[in-house]
């Protein structure tokens, strides 16, 4: 094999390698905004996701408050420990709502 051959394949393989290289960081580079646009997007969720949040909150209060007061008709002993857990359900939902808004910061 002559000494001009090799150094052609060589050449060859380097453009080679350097073309995919290179073709592979220009498509890798849309990373940063794609980020963006879906931090944009969830952004523009969160309001109506808080808003669904305290909407379930309330019917969640209401159907609590129902079966609380068909336990306290019945007589039932237990009326204090579900009166208890429906309204500890509804003060998380309004705390996690608050937690949330205040860790993402908007």
Known sequence: MKRSDVF???VKTCLLFYH???TQLVLAQD???GINVANETIRGYFDSSISLMYAIGAILGLIGAVKVYQKWNAGDPDTGK???AWFG???FLVIVSTVLRSFFGI
């Open 8 to 10: 052609g394949r060589v």
């Open 20 to 22: 995919i290289t290179n």
């Open 31 to 33: 990373g940063v905004s």
């Open 82 to 84: 579900v009166a208890a």
């Open 89 to 91: 359900s509804c003060i």
